[in-house]
């Protein structure tokens, strides 16, 4: 099931991403189109090696408020780190100017959206790591790529995004791995939760075959009679 799920989550994300290659702006020149390319697919091997490790961190935590203050604390040092950059780059200025020039809804709006999308991402991140500390890396690593399906419906639904036979083909394929994750978690619950039962019900059998057992005491009459 966990392989099946793999194989179409991947060909569902390739499928998109190259359904999607005629979307890019026209003035984009091909070297800044391949250190983005790059850059994204460098972004999701980090994400993939960032999963397994924390995997192995929180097995050492005790409960899960300590888990996610960890992960409270990288988020917020994150935060920082990036609005640094962007202040000693300029991003700040950039966001400004795009927002009065570039945005059609208004500078309010488009400031609304850019926290809005911050906060959630973060709540994402929070998430995913609950996910990862009560169940694998792997879980949370296939529901973070079965939310490509949910983004892909999000345009159609919102932006009204051409939603053509590749995306449709992708959507499809999100969905069908996501659930097939899910019913192969839940034929493993149900078997564990039967070989449990078996443990119990060979526990319980022994206790009574032993409680059934009766221990005569030994007696000092030769004929086993008490004087």
């Not at 799920?5 to 190259?18: E, F, K, M």
């Not at 994150?78 to 950059?85: D, H, K």
């Not at 400004?96 to 059609?104: A, C, G, I, L, T």
């Amino acid at each position: 099931m966990n392989l099946n799920c793999v194989i179409l989550l991947t060909l569902s994300s390739i499928l998109l991403a190259l359904g999607s290659s005629h979307d890019r702006p026209q003035d984009l020149t091909r070297a800044n189109y391949f250190i983005g390319f790059m850059a994204t697919i460098g972004a999701g091997l980090l994400f993939a090696l960032y999963l397994p490790i924390m995997e192995m961190i929180y097995k050492k935590v005790n409960c899960y408020a300590m888990m996610m203050e960890m992960q409270l604390v990288m988020e917020i040092s994150a935060t920082v780190l990036a609005s640094v950059g962007m202040a000693w780059d300029g991003g700040f200025k950039e966001m400004k100017r795009e927002s009065m020039e570039v945005f059609d809804k208004g500078e309010r709006v488009y400031w609304a959206t850019v926290m809005t999308n911050m906060v959630t991402w973060q709540l994402c991140f929070m998430g995913t790591a609950g996910t990862v500390f009560l169940t694998c890396s792997l879980t949370g690593g296939i529901c973070m790529t079965a939310l490509l399906g949910m983004n892909v419906l999000g345009g159609v639904l919102v932006y009204r995004e051409e939603f053509g036979g590749v995306k449709a083909v992708s959507t499809v394929m999100c969905g069908w791995g996501f659930c097939s994750y899910v019913y192969g978690m839940y034929v493993n619950m149900m078997k564990q939760l039967d070989d449990h039962k078996q443990i119990n019900q060979a526990i319980e059998m022994g206790q009574g075959q032993a409680q059934a057992q009766v221990v005569t005491p030994p007696s000092d009459h030769p004929n086993g009679l008490g004087v």
